[in-house]
């Protein structure tokens, strides 16, 4: 079954306006761990922001914002002000840590495609 | 600080032909993972070491694919033999502890004529 769901292949924003790409997903483990990465078309993998499932607060870095909605198992990524250089693929990832266990496999989503137009 | 580094960034070959992809974790990280990402199947995780051990290997997908850690800043991916199927960007990511955030090499991108 599919853990993160990105119901957005693609998006489209403006420079300097802000975007939400979205992300849910789909555990049982009340610990968990969410991760969203950016792929430019350069190819690399680059780590953006982290939002734990016991966190109170919703996590922020800079232009990056977590929109975190435990009850809906929502993980949506805010960029606020947005710059050409943020059009690049981005993945949503979850890690459960089951307790006890030893799966703490990164599942990732397939991705949404922001495209910044100037 | 140094990243994660890969190499080769690109790799052409040859069906049969057997392939080494290379990788250095961050300094002081002791989890080193392989993933495979294709259009089809997205991102995969092959393997993953902790402390120069392979932990987990159920993704490797078949016999031709081998990886090691001889030491805490050098693993391999190798490849032998080589298939058109096997084309795809070999990612290599590390971190702290398990639990942590893993960052990601440049990635190989592989193809296989």
């Known amino acids: 079954a599919q853990k993160i769901t990105q119901t957005q292949p693609g998006m489209f924003v403006q420079e300097k306006e802000a975007v939400t790409l979205d992300c849910t997903y789909d555990?049982?483990?009340?610990?968990?761990?969410l991760f969203w990465y950016k792929q430019p078309s350069s190819g690399e993998m680059i780590f953006l922001i982290y939002q734990g499932s016991y966190d109170q607060q919703n996590a922020t870095e800079g232009r990056y914002s977590l929109n975190f909605q435990k009850a809906r198992k929502s993980a949506n990524l805010v960029i606020s002000a947005s710059q050409l250089g943020d059009s690049a693929m981005y993945f949503c990832?979850?890690?459960?840590?089951?307790?006890?266990?030893?799966?703490?496999?990164?599942?990732f989503g397939k991705g949404t495609l922001l495209t910044v137009n100037p | 600080d140094a990243g994660v580094i890969q190499s080769p960034r690109h790799e052409v070959t040859e069906m049969g032909q057997e392939v080494t992809l290379r990788c250095k974790p961050i300094?002081?990280?002791?989890?080193l993972f392989w993933y495979r990402q294709t259009m089809m199947r997205g991102l995969e995780l092959l393997i993953y070491?902790?402390?120069?051990?392979?932990?987990?290997d159920s993704g490797m997908p078949e016999d031709r694919f081998s990886a090691k850690m001889p030491n805490a800043s050098f693993s391999t991916l190798k490849i032998q033999p080589s298939e058109p199927r096997d084309s795809a960007v070999y990612f290599c990511?590390?971190?702290?502890?398990?639990?942590?955030?893993?960052?990601f090499g440049p990635g190989t991108r592989l193809t296989v004529l």
């Open positions: 070491f902790n402390n120069n051990v392979p932990i987990d």
């Open positions: 300094s002081g990280h002791d989890y």
């Open positions: 990832a979850m890690r459960e840590l089951y307790s006890g266990g030893s799966n703490y496999k990164l599942t």
């Open positions: 990511a590390s971190s702290l502890g398990l639990t942590d955030t893993q960052y």
């Open positions: 555990t049982s483990d009340p610990s968990y761990g």
